[in-house]
């Protein structure tokens, strides 16, 4: 199962929609974002996923939009 499966709870008919976006001309970002928002999902906790993934250039994106000095990673 992909890295959004495991880390995110995602079933695979999701993540077949969000490989779709691609062949539709859209961002698979912004609609894995979009369905994330809509499990009532934090910035923090996207943070701390992330981090268990080991993407920390998206770390960096998101680190001027809190403070996560607190958090054990």
Do not use: E, F, K, N
């Given at each position: 199962m992909p890295a959004g499966g495991n880390y995110m709870r995602f079933d695979m008919l999701t993540l077949q929609t969000l490989r779709r976006e691609t062949l539709c001309g859209r961002s698979p970002?912004?609609?894995?974002?979009?369905?994330?928002?809509q499990q009532n999902h934090t910035v923090v906790e996207l943070f701390v996923l992330l981090s268990r993934?080991?993407?920390?250039?998206?770390?960096?994106?998101?680190k001027p939009f809190g403070n996560?000095?607190?958090?054990r990673l």
């Open positions: 970002t912004d609609a894995l974002l979009w369905i994330w928002s993934m080991q993407h920390y250039q998206a770390m960096l994106v998101l996560y000095r607190a958090l």
